[in-house]
Protein backbone atom coordinates (compact mmCIF):
# COMPACT_ATOMS: atom_id res chain seq x y z
CA UNK A 1 0.00 0.00 0.00
CA UNK A 2 1.52 3.36 -0.63
CA UNK A 3 2.34 5.49 2.00
CA UNK A 4 0.05 8.15 0.66
CA UNK A 5 -3.29 7.24 1.88
CA UNK A 6 -2.13 7.01 5.46
CA UNK A 7 -0.60 10.14 5.07
CA UNK A 8 -2.99 12.03 3.07
CA UNK A 9 -5.85 10.94 6.25
CA UNK A 10 -3.52 11.87 8.83
CA UNK A 11 -4.15 15.12 7.20
CA UNK A 12 -7.28 15.39 9.52
CA UNK A 13 -5.53 14.04 12.28
CA UNK A 14 -2.70 16.59 12.40
CA UNK A 15 -5.25 19.19 12.13
CA UNK A 16 -7.23 18.18 15.17
CA UNK A 17 -4.12 17.09 17.65
CA UNK A 18 -2.31 20.90 16.55
CA UNK A 19 -5.72 22.68 17.23
CA UNK A 20 -6.05 21.28 20.57
CA UNK A 21 -2.94 21.84 22.13
CA UNK A 22 -2.76 25.25 20.17
CA UNK A 23 -5.88 26.55 21.77
CA UNK A 24 -4.61 25.41 25.62
CA UNK A 25 -1.63 27.62 25.67
CA UNK A 26 -4.20 30.63 24.67
CA UNK A 27 -6.95 30.68 27.19
CA UNK A 28 -5.97 33.52 28.79
CA UNK A 29 -5.89 35.68 25.63
CA UNK A 30 -8.93 34.48 24.49
CA UNK A 31 -10.71 34.80 27.74
CA UNK A 32 -9.71 38.53 27.95
CA UNK A 33 -10.49 38.89 24.70
CA UNK A 34 -14.48 37.92 24.79
CA UNK A 35 -14.82 39.42 28.18
CA UNK A 36 -14.61 35.84 30.53
CA UNK A 37 -12.17 33.91 32.68
CA UNK A 38 -9.65 31.93 31.60
CA UNK A 39 -11.70 28.90 34.45
CA UNK A 40 -14.75 29.89 32.43
CA UNK A 41 -13.15 29.25 29.41
CA UNK A 42 -12.24 25.91 29.92
CA UNK A 43 -15.99 25.04 29.50
CA UNK A 44 -15.55 25.30 25.81
CA UNK A 45 -12.69 22.67 26.05
CA UNK A 46 -15.17 20.23 27.26
CA UNK A 47 -17.60 21.08 25.35
CA UNK A 48 -15.37 19.73 22.28
CA UNK A 49 -15.19 16.43 23.97
CA UNK A 50 -18.46 16.16 25.24
CA UNK A 51 -19.49 16.42 21.33
CA UNK A 52 -17.01 13.99 20.37
CA UNK A 53 -17.54 11.51 23.02
CA UNK A 54 -21.44 11.93 21.66
CA UNK A 55 -21.25 11.77 18.16
CA UNK A 56 -17.89 9.14 17.97
CA UNK A 57 -20.30 5.60 18.37
CA UNK A 58 -22.26 7.24 15.36
CA UNK A 59 -19.43 7.34 12.86
CA UNK A 60 -19.10 4.16 11.81
CA UNK A 61 -22.62 3.76 10.82
CA UNK A 62 -22.55 6.73 9.01
CA UNK A 63 -19.50 5.77 6.80
CA UNK A 64 -21.08 2.31 6.32
CA UNK A 65 -24.53 3.82 4.90
CA UNK A 66 -23.21 6.94 3.25
CA UNK A 67 -19.66 5.58 1.95
CA UNK A 68 -16.28 6.57 4.24
CA UNK A 69 -14.98 8.63 1.98
CA UNK A 70 -18.10 10.92 1.52
CA UNK A 71 -18.13 11.25 5.10
CA UNK A 72 -14.31 12.02 5.66
CA UNK A 73 -14.23 14.90 3.67
CA UNK A 74 -17.98 16.05 5.02
CA UNK A 75 -15.95 15.82 8.57
CA UNK A 76 -13.07 17.96 7.50
CA UNK A 77 -15.72 20.50 6.01
CA UNK A 78 -17.61 20.37 9.37
CA UNK A 79 -14.52 20.81 11.40
CA UNK A 80 -13.39 23.81 9.05
CA UNK A 81 -16.71 25.47 9.90
CA UNK A 82 -16.37 24.96 13.48
CA UNK A 83 -12.80 26.74 13.29
CA UNK A 84 -14.47 29.58 11.37
CA UNK A 85 -17.31 30.22 13.83
CA UNK A 86 -14.39 29.94 16.88
CA UNK A 87 -12.90 32.55 15.10
CA UNK A 88 -15.87 34.85 14.87
CA UNK A 89 -16.86 34.06 18.33
CA UNK A 90 -17.46 37.32 20.82
CA UNK A 91 -19.14 35.54 23.81
CA UNK A 92 -18.38 32.47 26.24
CA UNK A 93 -21.71 31.27 24.99
CA UNK A 94 -20.78 31.90 21.13
CA UNK A 95 -17.22 30.20 21.26
CA UNK A 96 -18.62 27.03 23.47
CA UNK A 97 -21.24 26.50 20.39
CA UNK A 98 -18.33 27.01 18.07
CA UNK A 99 -16.15 24.18 19.54
CA UNK A 100 -19.34 22.04 19.89
CA UNK A 101 -19.82 21.94 15.83
CA UNK A 102 -15.70 21.09 15.88
CA UNK A 103 -15.96 18.28 18.18
CA UNK A 104 -18.64 17.25 15.38
CA UNK A 105 -16.16 17.38 12.87
CA UNK A 106 -13.15 15.77 14.93
CA UNK A 107 -16.07 12.83 15.94
CA UNK A 108 -15.95 11.70 12.16
CA UNK A 109 -12.25 12.24 11.03
CA UNK A 110 -9.95 10.48 13.05
CA UNK A 111 -12.32 6.83 13.49
CA UNK A 112 -13.65 7.34 9.86
CA UNK A 113 -9.92 7.78 8.61
CA UNK A 114 -8.96 4.85 10.78
CA UNK A 115 -11.54 2.84 9.10
CA UNK A 116 -10.59 4.21 4.97
CA UNK A 117 -7.51 2.63 6.02
CA UNK A 118 -8.74 -0.72 7.71
CA UNK A 119 -10.18 -0.76 4.58
CA UNK A 120 -7.80 0.23 1.85
CA UNK A 121 -4.85 -1.51 3.43
CA UNK A 122 -4.01 -5.61 2.82
CA UNK A 123 -3.90 -7.31 6.41
CA UNK A 124 0.03 -8.38 5.65
CA UNK A 125 0.35 -3.86 5.03
CA UNK A 126 -1.89 -2.50 8.63
CA UNK A 127 1.09 -2.22 10.69
CA UNK A 128 2.64 -0.13 8.83
CA UNK A 129 0.09 2.24 7.09
CA UNK A 130 -0.93 2.45 10.50
CA UNK A 131 2.53 3.90 11.51
CA UNK A 132 2.25 6.39 8.80
CA UNK A 133 -0.87 7.01 9.72
CA UNK A 134 -0.23 8.63 13.29
CA UNK A 135 3.21 10.14 12.54
CA UNK A 136 1.49 13.62 11.07
CA UNK A 137 -0.77 13.41 14.11
CA UNK A 138 2.40 13.10 16.71
CA UNK A 139 3.78 16.73 15.17
CA UNK A 140 0.36 18.85 16.23
CA UNK A 141 0.95 18.48 19.60
CA UNK A 142 4.78 19.16 18.75
CA UNK A 143 4.58 22.34 16.95
CA UNK A 144 1.37 23.33 18.22
CA UNK A 145 2.04 25.22 21.60
CA UNK A 146 5.29 27.20 20.27
CA UNK A 147 2.53 28.33 17.29
CA UNK A 148 -0.57 28.99 19.83
CA UNK A 149 1.86 30.99 22.34
CA UNK A 150 3.47 33.09 18.96
CA UNK A 151 -0.19 33.87 17.72
CA UNK A 152 -1.60 34.89 20.99
CA UNK A 153 1.57 37.14 21.60
CA UNK A 154 2.34 38.21 18.34
CA UNK A 155 -0.84 38.33 16.40
CA UNK A 156 -4.48 38.15 17.10
CA UNK A 157 -5.76 34.79 18.65
CA UNK A 158 -8.21 34.40 16.26
CA UNK A 159 -5.46 33.08 13.72
CA UNK A 160 -5.16 30.02 15.98
CA UNK A 161 -8.59 28.83 14.30
CA UNK A 162 -8.07 30.54 10.59
CA UNK A 163 -4.77 28.37 10.37
CA UNK A 164 -7.33 25.26 9.99
CA UNK A 165 -9.21 26.43 6.62
CA UNK A 166 -5.93 26.23 4.50
CA UNK A 167 -5.04 22.58 5.80
CA UNK A 168 -8.49 21.83 5.79
CA UNK A 169 -8.57 22.66 2.40
CA UNK A 170 -5.30 21.09 1.15
CA UNK A 171 -7.11 17.72 3.24
CA UNK A 172 -10.25 17.56 1.21
CA UNK A 173 -8.82 18.16 -2.26
CA UNK A 174 -5.95 15.44 -1.32
CA UNK A 175 -8.36 13.13 -0.03
CA UNK A 176 -10.62 13.90 -3.20
CA UNK A 177 -7.41 13.02 -6.03
CA UNK A 178 -5.71 10.27 -3.83
CA UNK A 179 -7.88 8.03 -1.52
CA UNK A 180 -9.39 5.06 -2.89
CA UNK A 181 -12.54 4.10 -2.85
CA UNK A 182 -14.41 2.51 -0.22
CA UNK A 183 -17.46 1.07 -1.36
CA UNK A 184 -20.56 1.23 1.29
CA UNK A 185 -21.88 -1.43 3.28
CA UNK A 186 -25.41 -2.36 2.04
CA UNK A 187 -28.23 -3.26 4.41
CA UNK A 188 -26.54 -0.32 7.13
CA UNK A 189 -30.06 0.20 9.67
CA UNK A 190 -30.09 3.47 12.02
CA UNK A 191 -30.52 2.74 15.91
CA UNK A 192 -32.21 6.24 17.01
CA UNK A 193 -32.16 4.54 20.81
CA UNK A 194 -29.00 3.26 20.63
CA UNK A 195 -27.59 6.46 19.90
CA UNK A 196 -29.49 8.51 22.85
CA UNK A 197 -28.22 6.17 25.09
CA UNK A 198 -24.73 6.08 23.74
CA UNK A 199 -24.42 9.69 23.44
CA UNK A 200 -25.69 10.33 26.95
CA UNK A 201 -23.14 7.52 28.33
CA UNK A 202 -20.01 8.66 26.49
CA UNK A 203 -21.17 12.18 27.31
CA UNK A 204 -21.73 12.13 30.28
CA UNK A 205 -18.85 10.36 31.46
CA UNK A 206 -16.70 12.44 29.75
CA UNK A 207 -17.86 15.77 30.85
CA UNK A 208 -18.65 14.37 34.12
CA UNK A 209 -14.91 13.15 34.50
CA UNK A 210 -13.65 16.69 33.12
CA UNK A 211 -15.89 18.49 35.94
CA UNK A 212 -14.22 16.67 38.44
CA UNK A 213 -10.90 16.95 37.46
CA UNK A 214 -11.12 20.17 36.48
CA UNK A 215 -13.89 22.29 38.75
CA UNK A 216 -15.22 24.89 36.23
CA UNK A 217 -18.50 23.39 37.73
CA UNK A 218 -18.78 22.20 41.20
CA UNK A 219 -17.81 18.71 41.50
CA UNK A 220 -21.00 17.39 42.40
CA UNK A 221 -22.30 18.44 38.82
CA UNK A 222 -19.48 16.32 37.64
CA UNK A 223 -20.21 13.14 39.90
CA UNK A 224 -24.42 13.95 38.60
CA UNK A 225 -23.21 13.61 34.86
CA UNK A 226 -20.93 10.91 35.78
CA UNK A 227 -23.39 8.45 37.00
CA UNK A 228 -26.13 9.73 34.42
CA UNK A 229 -23.60 8.30 32.23
CA UNK A 230 -23.20 5.56 33.53
CA UNK A 231 -26.46 4.56 33.97
CA UNK A 232 -27.01 4.97 30.32
CA UNK A 233 -24.07 2.91 29.61
CA UNK A 234 -25.32 0.19 31.35
CA UNK A 235 -29.25 0.98 29.52
CA UNK A 236 -27.44 0.91 26.37
CA UNK A 237 -25.92 -2.92 27.16
CA UNK A 238 -28.74 -3.88 27.62
CA UNK A 239 -30.25 -2.51 24.78
CA UNK A 240 -27.88 -3.78 22.08
CA UNK A 241 -28.78 -7.43 23.42
CA UNK A 242 -32.03 -6.92 22.29
CA UNK A 243 -32.37 -5.34 19.11
CA UNK A 244 -30.89 -7.50 15.97
CA UNK A 245 -29.11 -3.94 14.83
CA UNK A 246 -27.73 -1.94 17.73
CA UNK A 247 -25.68 0.93 16.89
CA UNK A 248 -23.23 -0.53 18.23
CA UNK A 249 -22.50 -4.02 18.16
CA UNK A 250 -21.17 -5.13 21.33
CA UNK A 251 -20.89 -9.20 20.01
CA UNK A 252 -17.63 -7.83 18.45
CA UNK A 253 -16.17 -8.21 21.89
CA UNK A 254 -16.29 -12.00 21.67
CA UNK A 255 -13.27 -11.54 19.52
CA UNK A 256 -10.48 -12.53 21.44
CA UNK A 257 -8.09 -9.82 19.86
CA UNK A 258 -10.22 -6.72 19.98
CA UNK A 259 -11.45 -7.46 22.99
CA UNK A 260 -7.46 -7.60 24.67
CA UNK A 261 -6.69 -4.48 22.31
CA UNK A 262 -9.80 -2.58 23.42
CA UNK A 263 -9.40 -3.58 27.31
CA UNK A 264 -5.45 -3.06 27.73
CA UNK A 265 -6.42 -0.04 25.58
CA UNK A 266 -8.64 0.96 28.40
CA UNK A 267 -6.04 0.96 31.23
CA UNK A 268 -2.85 2.06 29.23
CA UNK A 269 -4.85 5.26 28.15
CA UNK A 270 -5.70 6.09 31.79
CA UNK A 271 -1.88 6.61 32.44
CA UNK A 272 -1.12 8.25 29.31
CA UNK A 273 -3.93 10.79 29.61
CA UNK A 274 -2.60 11.13 32.97
CA UNK A 275 0.73 12.29 32.06
CA UNK A 276 -0.10 15.33 29.60
CA UNK A 277 -1.52 17.01 32.51
CA UNK A 278 0.70 15.21 35.28
CA UNK A 279 4.01 16.28 33.48
CA UNK A 280 3.62 20.36 32.92
CA UNK A 281 2.46 21.04 36.28
CA UNK A 282 5.31 19.17 38.27
CA UNK A 283 7.13 21.11 36.27
CA UNK A 284 5.94 24.23 36.72
CA UNK A 285 5.13 23.75 40.32
CA UNK A 286 7.63 21.80 41.51
CA UNK A 287 10.59 22.18 39.81
CA UNK A 288 10.42 25.96 39.14
CA UNK A 289 10.53 26.03 35.23
CA UNK A 290 8.51 28.43 33.12
CA UNK A 291 5.57 27.52 31.19
CA UNK A 292 8.10 28.10 27.83
CA UNK A 293 10.47 25.10 29.43
CA UNK A 294 7.86 22.99 30.87
CA UNK A 295 6.62 22.44 27.20
CA UNK A 296 9.92 21.77 25.60
CA UNK A 297 10.80 18.81 27.89
CA UNK A 298 7.28 17.40 27.82
CA UNK A 299 7.48 17.20 24.29
CA UNK A 300 10.35 14.95 24.01
CA UNK A 301 8.51 11.99 24.16
CA UNK A 302 7.01 12.60 20.99
CA UNK A 303 10.73 11.96 19.25
CA UNK A 304 11.02 8.60 20.71
CA UNK A 305 7.40 8.01 19.83
CA UNK A 306 7.96 9.23 16.16
CA UNK A 307 11.25 7.31 16.01
CA UNK A 308 8.99 3.76 16.44
CA UNK A 309 7.26 4.72 13.65
CA UNK A 310 10.21 2.86 11.96
CA UNK A 311 10.90 0.09 13.62
CA UNK A 312 7.19 -0.95 14.69
CA UNK A 313 6.74 -3.34 11.64
CA UNK A 314 10.06 -5.35 12.23
CA UNK A 315 9.89 -5.53 16.21
CA UNK A 316 5.80 -7.07 15.43
CA UNK A 317 6.94 -9.26 13.23
CA UNK A 318 9.86 -10.38 15.40
CA UNK A 319 8.41 -11.13 18.58
CA UNK A 320 4.78 -11.37 17.56
CA UNK A 321 1.68 -9.09 18.97
CA UNK A 322 1.06 -11.03 22.60
CA UNK A 323 5.34 -10.41 23.59
CA UNK A 324 5.92 -7.01 21.89
CA UNK A 325 2.46 -5.49 23.60
CA UNK A 326 3.17 -7.39 27.05
CA UNK A 327 6.81 -5.88 26.75
CA UNK A 328 5.39 -2.56 25.77
CA UNK A 329 2.82 -2.16 28.37
CA UNK A 330 5.28 -3.18 31.16
CA UNK A 331 7.94 -1.11 30.23
CA UNK A 332 5.91 1.89 29.05
CA UNK A 333 4.24 1.87 32.66
CA UNK A 334 7.33 1.45 34.74
CA UNK A 335 9.02 4.31 32.78
CA UNK A 336 5.89 6.31 33.70
CA UNK A 337 6.09 5.62 36.86
CA UNK A 338 9.17 6.12 37.28
CA UNK A 339 8.91 10.23 37.19
CA UNK A 340 8.07 9.85 40.53
CA UNK A 341 12.02 9.27 41.50
CA UNK A 342 12.63 12.84 39.75
CA UNK A 343 13.29 16.17 41.88
CA UNK A 344 14.47 19.53 41.08
CA UNK A 345 17.93 18.35 41.50
CA UNK A 346 18.25 15.53 39.39
CA UNK A 347 20.30 15.63 36.23
CA UNK A 348 17.72 17.01 33.31
CA UNK A 349 19.59 14.63 30.76
CA UNK A 350 18.43 11.60 32.86
CA UNK A 351 14.71 13.30 32.57
CA UNK A 352 14.89 13.33 28.98
CA UNK A 353 16.08 10.07 28.11
CA UNK A 354 13.45 8.46 30.59
CA UNK A 355 10.77 10.72 28.38
CA UNK A 356 12.56 9.70 25.19
CA UNK A 357 12.62 6.25 25.75
CA UNK A 358 8.85 5.77 26.95
CA UNK A 359 7.70 7.94 24.81
CA UNK A 360 8.85 5.41 22.05
CA UNK A 361 7.02 2.24 24.41
CA UNK A 362 3.93 3.85 24.31
CA UNK A 363 4.13 4.43 20.52
CA UNK A 364 4.59 0.96 20.31
CA UNK A 365 1.97 -0.08 22.50
CA UNK A 366 -0.72 2.04 20.74
CA UNK A 367 0.47 1.24 16.96
CA UNK A 368 0.25 -2.51 18.20
CA UNK A 369 -3.41 -2.20 19.87
CA UNK A 370 -4.92 -0.48 16.90
CA UNK A 371 -3.97 -2.86 14.50
CA UNK A 372 -4.10 -5.85 16.69
CA UNK A 373 -8.18 -4.60 16.98
CA UNK A 374 -8.29 -5.30 13.02
CA UNK A 375 -6.57 -8.66 12.74
CA UNK A 376 -9.73 -10.60 13.02
CA UNK A 377 -12.88 -8.10 12.66
CA UNK A 378 -14.81 -8.99 9.18
CA UNK A 379 -14.17 -6.14 6.93
CA UNK A 380 -18.06 -5.45 7.14
CA UNK A 381 -17.96 -4.97 10.71
CA UNK A 382 -14.65 -2.30 10.74
CA UNK A 383 -17.35 0.62 11.35
CA UNK A 384 -18.32 -0.74 14.18
CA UNK A 385 -15.38 -1.64 16.14
CA UNK A 386 -13.66 1.56 14.77
CA UNK A 387 -16.56 3.24 16.82
CA UNK A 388 -16.08 1.38 19.56
CA UNK A 389 -12.22 1.81 20.04
CA UNK A 390 -12.70 5.66 19.59
CA UNK A 391 -15.39 6.15 21.88
CA UNK A 392 -13.50 3.79 24.84
CA UNK A 393 -10.50 6.42 24.11
CA UNK A 394 -12.29 9.19 25.17
CA UNK A 395 -13.23 7.93 28.41
CA UNK A 396 -10.39 6.65 29.24
CA UNK A 397 -8.16 9.46 28.59
CA UNK A 398 -10.84 11.88 30.63
CA UNK A 399 -10.88 9.23 33.19
CA UNK A 400 -6.79 9.54 33.51
CA UNK A 401 -6.94 13.04 33.91
CA UNK A 402 -9.61 12.59 36.50
CA UNK A 403 -7.66 10.14 38.33
CA UNK A 404 -4.61 12.33 38.29
CA UNK A 405 -6.61 15.38 39.62
CA UNK A 406 -8.71 13.20 42.21
CA UNK A 407 -5.01 12.33 43.61
CA UNK A 408 -4.01 15.67 43.19
CA UNK A 409 -6.89 16.79 45.38
CA UNK A 410 -6.54 14.46 47.68
CA UNK A 411 -2.98 14.83 48.80
CA UNK A 412 -3.56 18.69 49.01
CA UNK A 413 -6.97 17.84 51.60
CA UNK A 414 -5.02 15.48 53.59
CA UNK A 415 -1.86 18.38 53.56
CA UNK A 416 -4.52 20.58 54.14
CA UNK A 417 -2.15 23.12 51.41
CA UNK A 418 -4.24 24.82 48.76
CA UNK A 419 -1.52 24.19 46.15
CA UNK A 420 0.07 20.51 45.42
CA UNK A 421 3.55 19.83 46.31
CA UNK A 422 6.01 17.51 44.83
CA UNK A 423 5.30 14.59 46.74
CA UNK A 424 1.72 15.08 45.67
CA UNK A 425 2.45 14.19 41.64
CA UNK A 426 5.10 11.77 42.62
CA UNK A 427 1.96 9.82 44.51
CA UNK A 428 0.03 10.27 41.16
CA UNK A 429 3.14 9.29 38.82
CA UNK A 430 3.21 6.09 40.72
CA UNK A 431 -0.43 5.16 40.82
CA UNK A 432 -0.82 5.93 37.39
CA UNK A 433 2.07 4.00 36.50
CA UNK A 434 1.30 0.88 38.47
CA UNK A 435 -2.91 1.15 36.12
CA UNK A 436 -0.78 1.18 33.19
CA UNK A 437 1.68 -1.50 33.76
CA UNK A 438 -2.24 -3.45 34.47
CA UNK A 439 -2.34 -3.24 30.72
CA UNK A 440 -0.41 -6.30 30.32
CA UNK A 441 -2.57 -8.26 31.95
CA UNK A 442 -4.88 -8.57 28.87
CA UNK A 443 -2.98 -10.42 26.83
CA UNK A 444 -1.82 -13.18 29.11
CA UNK A 445 -4.64 -15.06 27.92
CA UNK A 446 -4.21 -14.33 24.57
CA UNK A 447 -2.87 -17.00 22.00
CA UNK A 448 0.68 -16.42 21.28
CA UNK A 449 -0.16 -16.66 17.44
CA UNK A 450 -2.52 -13.87 17.53
CA UNK A 451 -2.49 -11.13 14.56
CA UNK A 452 0.38 -13.42 13.26
CA UNK A 453 -0.77 -13.01 9.81
CA UNK A 454 -1.27 -8.78 10.19
CA UNK A 455 2.27 -8.87 11.52
CA UNK A 456 3.93 -10.46 8.41
CA UNK A 457 4.93 -13.60 10.98
CA UNK A 458 2.20 -15.55 8.65
CA UNK A 459 1.43 -16.41 5.44
CA UNK A 460 -2.48 -15.87 4.41
CA UNK A 461 -4.42 -18.54 3.61
CA UNK A 462 -5.57 -19.00 0.06
Known amino acids: ?66 GANL ?56 VSAMAWFTIPALIGPLVGPPIGGAIATYA ?85 RRVPEPLLRLSLLRTDTLRAAMSAGILFR ?9 LPLMLQLGFGYTPFQSGLVSSVSIGGAMMMKFLAKPILKRFGFRTTLIAAAILGGSLMGAL ?40 ARAGDATAMLASVQQISVALGVALAGGILEAGMLMGGREAATLADFHAAFLVVGVVTVSAALAFLGLRREAGDEVAGRRVPAE
Open 340 to 379: ALFDPASPIALVLVLLLVGGFFRSLFFTGINTLAFADVPP
Open 1 to 66: MKRTVPIVLAVALFMENMDSTVIATSLPAIAADIGTSPIALKLALTSYYVSLATFIPISGRLADRY
Open 156 to 240: DWRWIFLINMPIGIAGIWLATVYLPRVEKVRGVSFDAPGFVLSGIACAGLVFGLSVISLPALPPAVGLAMAGAGLVSGLLFVRHA
Open 71 to 126: VFRLAIAVFMAGSLACAMADSLTGFVAARFLQGMGGAMMTPVGRLLLVRAAPKSEL
Open 270 to 278: VGSGAVPFL
